[in-house]
C-alpha cells in the first residue's frame, strides 16, 4: 500500500510525542554552520509540515515536497507561513525554483529501497541547489540494524475523539539491506465505539557510511560530515540514525 494513504490523517496524533522542534533546531544549526547565507529550503518528504513549522518559524522559507496528497492536504490546512507544500515524487520532482539547502528528515531517504529511485533522488536535489549548496538528511544506519535488530512494538495514543493502537512488527531481508517495516493499527472512535483496522507494509533500507559516500561521488556531492542524529557522536553500532551534511559540487 501507498505509505500513510489510509492513516494520514491519524499521523499527527500518532507522531504527537516526536520532539519536532528538538530535530528542526538540529538541522537549522546545520544549516547555519555549513550554509550561513541560506534563505530557501527544499524538503523532500515534508510530511503534514510538522519540521517545516519549525524551518519557517527561524525566518526560513520552505518548499515540501510530498507524495501523500492526503498529507499534503494536512500540510496545507495548517497555514504556516513561508511554507509551500507541493504533491510530488521525491525521486523524480521538478520545481521552478532553486535552493540553498535541501533536507530530507524522519529517514525519509531510508523509503527508497531501489537504486535507480535513489540516485535519481540524489541527482535531481543537485540540480535543485545552487552552487556549494547543502542537502541534510538521516538514515537508518546498517550497523545498528544488524547489531540491535528491530523490535516488535505496540503505541497506544488517543484524543478527545479517538483512541489508536499500532502494533508495529518487522522483518530482515538482509540480502537487500532492507526492512520490512509492518503496521497494523486500530482506530476506535469514543463516541460511536466503532473501531477500524488498518494494515500498511512500509519497506525501509539502511545504509553504511562507505554507500553514501559512493552515493554522493556519483551524484555530484561530496560528504561533509557524518554524525549520530541530535547526538551528534560518531556512528556506532548503537546508531541507528545517522545523519549526514552534503555539498553540492557540480551540476
Known amino acids: 500500500m501507498t505509505n500513510f494513504q489510509q492513516y494520514s490523517k491519524y ?134 540494524v544488524y547489531h540491535l535488530k528491530p523490535e516488535t512494538r505496540i503505541k497506544r495514543l488517543e484524543d478527545d475523539e479517538i483512541e489508536v493502537v499500532r502494533l508495529t512488527e518487522s522483518e530482515m531481508e538482509s540480502d537487500k539491506n532492507v526492512v520490512a517495516v509492518n503496521f497494523e493499527v486500530i482506530i476506535k472512535d469514543k463516541i460511536t465505539q466503532v473501531a477500524e483496522t488498518i494494515k500498511e507494509e512500509h519497506l525501509m533500507r539502511h545504509f553504511s557510511i562507505p554507500e553514501i559516500k559512493m552515493l554522493a561521488v556519483l551524484t555530484g556531492f561530496e560528504v561533509l560530515q557524518a554524525e549520530e542524529f541530535l547526538t551528534r557522536n560518531s556512528p556506532s553500532q548503537d546508531t541507528w540514525g545517522v545523519c549526514f551534511v552534503l555539498k553540492k559540487n557540480k551540476l
Request: glycine share 6%; aromatic share 14%.
Open 11 to 144: 499521523y499527527d496524533l500518532l507522531y504527537k510525542d516526536k520532539n519536532y522542534r528538538e530535530e528542526s533546531h538540529y538541522v537549522i544549526e546545520k544549516i547555519k554552520s555549513f550554509a550561513p547565507n541560506a534563505t530557501q529550503i527544499l524538503e523532500l518528504g515534508s510530511g503534514s509540515g510538522s519540521h517545516a513549522n519549525y524551518f519557517c518559524e527561524a525566518g526560513f522559507e520552505v518548499t515540501g515536497i510530498e507524495r501523500s496528497q492526503e498529507m499534503t492536504a494536512i500540510a496545507k490546512a495548517k497555514k504556516i507561513i513561508g511554507f509551500n507544500p507541493v504533491v510530488g515524487d521525491i525521486s523524480s520532482y521538478e520545481v521552478s525554483s532553486q535552493f540553498d539547502a535541501a533536507i530530507s528528515l524522519f529517514h525519509v531517504i531510508s523509503y527508497l529501497t531501489e537504486n535507480e529511485a535513489l540516485i535519481n533522488c540524489f541527482k535531481t536535489t543537485n540540480k535543485q541547489l545552487n552552487i556549494g549548496g547543502i542537502f541534510i538528511f538521516d538514515i537508518w544506519y546498517s550497523p545498528a
